[in-house]
């Protein structure tokens, strides 16, 4: 059985590769062809011999599909291994298993924004990732094939202008990254890793919900990554008919944990408002989220609704969020009014993965 090698740290790869014979030098040559070159296809690895190459899986996810938007921003829809991760096998996983990656492309810079698991359970009422709930958690590898599958399908080659290289990434895809945190840190060790994507840690942020336990945990972390606050909404109340997952947990007891991670490592966190037209975006709720905002060292970025067929919210309009925005800066707040991408590109989460699923469905 083949071993995955985006699944294992450079001294599992080591000891794997002394077992097979080979010197600890190969997990540097296998290192610099995958993470630093972005070369997954065995016969490209020329100082590799193809008896070793043949003992390791690199990409076992494959592109199912793919959407493009005129501003250049790139969904790939991404079909994983047939039961991978389920104890019983394939039949009763019911795979093979849909996870979307995008990638923003900007003059000096390329996101890539990552998905944690396959659906999710948070059930926010928005949006088209919780539509069938939470199928099982991705792997390190996977999210790590993501980057490999963007910077090859969407990137130029290296050499030319803007080579092929993810530079900032952003875990805000499916799921709900902090509840699959031993994957999601392995994939930030890698990511920040020198040896391999090396990434700055300051180029990555890791989006939750509102975990506290979760966002004290990444505090501990060594890894100074930026923390984003998935809020979108000013009040307790309001929050739980729109994020269901919320349960019993409050704001106050998010923002407290969020004050831990700005101690840790005194970097602002960000607060994410998605503006729901007639929901969210009003100026009693601009007030309120401005006095919440006292309470932390933060920034906010206010989202425009992407719509999803189905689903009963509408994206507001340009004057509503000109003026939700210039009401929180005459505040004091720094608010930045996030520039909507992909919008014809079905780029909010889930909504790709969605349609194949329906499609898919429909052919059975």
Same mark, same amino acid.
Do not use: F, H
């Given at each position: 059985m083949a071993i =995955?090698? /985006?699944? +294992? #740290?450079? &001294?599992? *790869?080591?000891?794997?590769?002394?077992? +097979?014979?080979?010197? $600890?030098?190969?997990?540097?040559? *296998?290192? &610099?062809? @995958? %993470?630093?070159?972005? @070369? #997954? &296809?065995? =016969?490209? +690895? =020329?100082?590799?011999p193809p008896n070793l190459l043949a003992r390791f899986d690199i990409l076992t996810s494959r592109v199912a599909g793919r959407t493009e938007s005129r501003d250049g921003t790139v969904k790939l829809l991404l079909e994983l291994a047939d039961g991978q991760g389920s104890p019983a096998g394939p039949a009763a996983s019911g795979g093979p298993f849909h996870v979307e990656t995008v990638l923003i492309p900007e003059p000096r810079r390329a996101t890539a924004c990552l998905s944690t698991q396959v659906g999710c359970a948070m059930g926010c009422s928005f949006c088209a990732s919780g539509i069938g709930g939470l199928v099982r958690n991705c792997t390190c590898g996977e999210m790590l094939q993501q980057v490999l599958h963007l910077q090859q399908a969407c990137l130029p080659a290296a050499g030319q202008v803007g080579s092929r290289h993810v530079t900032n990434v952003v875990f805000m895809g499916m799921g709900e990254p902090l509840a699959n945190f031993d994957q999601v840190v392995a994939a930030l060790e890698v990511l920040t890793d020198p040896q391999r994507f090396g990434i700055s840690a300051r180029k990555i942020t890791v989006s939750t919900i509102g975990l506290p336990e979760g966002i004290r945990k990444l505090a501990r972390l060594a890894i100074p990554v930026t923390l984003a606050i998935s809020l979108h909404a000013p009040d307790d109340e309001l929050r739980r008919r729109l994020i269901p997952a919320a349960g019993e947990t409050s704001i106050e007891q998010i923002l407290a944990a969020a004050r831990e991670f700005y101690q840790s490592r005194k970097r602002e966190v960000t607060l994410e408002y998605l503006l729901l037209a007639g929901v969210n975006d009003d100026p009693a709720r601009a007030d309120q989220l401005a006095r919440l905002t006292g309470? *932390?060292?933060?920034?906010?970025? *206010?989202?425009?609704?992407? $719509? @999803?067929?189905? /689903? $009963? %919210?509408?994206?507001?309009?340009?004057?509503? @969020?000109k003026a939700f925005a210039g009401r929180l800066a005459a505040k004091g707040i720094n608010a930045n009014v996030r520039r909507s991408r992909g919008l014809d590109a079905a780029a909010a989460c889930g909504q790709l993965r969605r349609h194949a699923e329906n499609v898919g469905n429909s052919q059975r």
């Open positions: =995955s090698l /985006l699944d +294992m #740290t450079i &001294d599992k *790869l080591i000891a794997a590769l002394a077992e +097979m014979g080979e010197k $600890p030098y190969r997990a540097g040559q *296998l290192a &610099d062809w @995958v %993470y630093r070159k972005g @070369v #997954t &296809d065995p =016969s490209k +690895m =020329s100082n590799l309470k *932390l060292r933060c920034n906010v970025n *206010l989202i425009c609704y992407n $719509p @999803v067929p189905g /689903l $009963p %919210y509408r994206r507001p309009g340009q004057a509503a @969020v």
